[in-house]
Nanobody
């Protein structure tokens, strides 16, 4: 059974940075199948960043140039580096494994002064 565990979310001031991590276990690690989503209160869950089938990256327009997705295959972990954070980035951030259709429990990111 695939298990995904997110970490790294916290309260940060506007303009600050955070690094989220998604640790994957219970399957053969395929980082191309892992993506980051977020869900703000009262809004639908949206794709934030992920990998294409050829291993390149894609991002939501709202985070391009500020967020970077990366992977550590040795540690079966996918990271999301978030810079220049804005209040509208406040949300619960989730990682998803498309191969198993599994989700993590989420980690709260709050951007506020």
């Amino acid at each position: 059974q695939v298990r995904l565990v997110e970490s790294g979310g916290e309260l940060v001031q506007p303009g600050g940075s955070l690094r989220l991590s998604c640790a994957v276990s219970g399957s053969i690690f395929n980082s191309n199948a892992i993506a980051w989503f977020r869900q703000a209160p009262g809004k639908q869950r949206e794709l934030v960043a992920g990998f294409t089938t050829i291993g390149t990256t894609n991002y939501a327009d709202s985070v391009k140039g500020r967020f970077t997705i990366s992977r550590d295959n040795a540690k079966t972990t996918v990271h999301l580096q978030m810079n220049s954070l804005k209040p509208e980035d406040t949300a619960v951030y989730y990682c998803k494994d498309f191969l198993s259709d599994s989700w993590g429990q989420g980690t709260q990111v709050t951007v506020s002064s």
